[in-house]
């Protein structure tokens, strides 16, 4: 039904609004995912760290930490494209300028950063431990 009203309002680009800034972010994670934590966890081990969980552990808290922080602005970005979708891109990025100048940007752009760095820490760890169990 939503989808409907959206459809016959005229602007059916509402439902993608925050297609963009929700690719980058995703990319960034994957990318954390299935590239970084593993080449940490490889890189530790060759160099001589015998305890595998204790290279994975660092590997998620590591990459988790990267990742997360590069990709939470585009995160800010899809969250407030979500709250005005008609608005126009334009308009969404000099709301978030006035918001960096007004609070500064590490309360607007990383809001939220620590409970994603912490949910990272935990999908990088058990995709790792998967990916090493299921080969």
Do not use: H
Request: proline share 4%.
């Amino acid at each position: 039904q939503l989808i409907r009203s959206v459809i016959k309002s005229g602007q059916p680009w509402v439902l993608f609004a925050g297609f963009w800034p929700t690719f980058a972010r995703e990319t960034a994670f994957i990318s954390g995912m299935c590239a970084v934590q593993p080449l940490i966890t490889n890189t530790l081990t060759e160099l001589g760290s015998q305890n595998s969980e204790t290279n994975r552990v660092v590997g998620a808290l590591t990459a988790s930490f990267i990742c997360q922080t590069l990709s939470q602005p585009f995160d800010v970005l899809k969250t407030r494209r979500e709250f005005a979708p008609t608005a126009d891109w334009s308009l969404v990025i000099d709301s978030v300028w006035k918001d960096i100048k007004n609070k500064g940007a590490r309360v607007v752009l990383f809001s939220g950063w620590l409970p994603r760095c912490l949910r990272g820490v935990w999908t990088f760890y058990s995709v790792s431990a998967i990916r090493e169990w299921l080969s």
